[in-house]
């Protein structure tokens, strides 16, 4: 089965900051747009991906330095990511992933559903999400 992720950015679901000490999770609704300039989500606020080798299968280890530039949890920053990424990074980004996305999504797979993914699986996960939003699926 072949991992594709499609998106309506109509409105976006954040899970925002903690709402109490107990931990539960506030939501909040608004336009893409709105909580972007709100809560400062901007390419330039990317988080810093640093993924474990050891938590990659050997057959996919060449592609870590993309799912650290692209698996980006948040839509929001993945999209400025991608606005702000020029043709040439774009197009690199493509030719890398050609031909390796049944791969990926065999491992990813892989795991239970029932158990969290490691979080090496989530950026590769999120770095298919970057190619199938933006029209890059190159399979």
Known sequence: MVLRLTYVLSLTLILGTLACSEGAPSLEVAPSSELQERL???AENRPTIKIEVGEVPP???DLI???EQW???DDIIRHDVFLQSTPEEKE???TALKGRTGEISVW???FPPSELMPDA???FMYMLSALDENGLWPD
Do not use: E, T, V
């Open 121 to 123: 699986a989530a950026h």
């Open 40 to 42: 400062n989500l901007y």
């Open 65 to 67: 330095p993309f799912a």
């Open 92 to 94: 690199a980004f493509r």
């Open 59 to 61: 057959n996919l280890r």
């Open 108 to 110: 990813l797979d892989s």
């Open 71 to 73: 698996g980006i949890g």
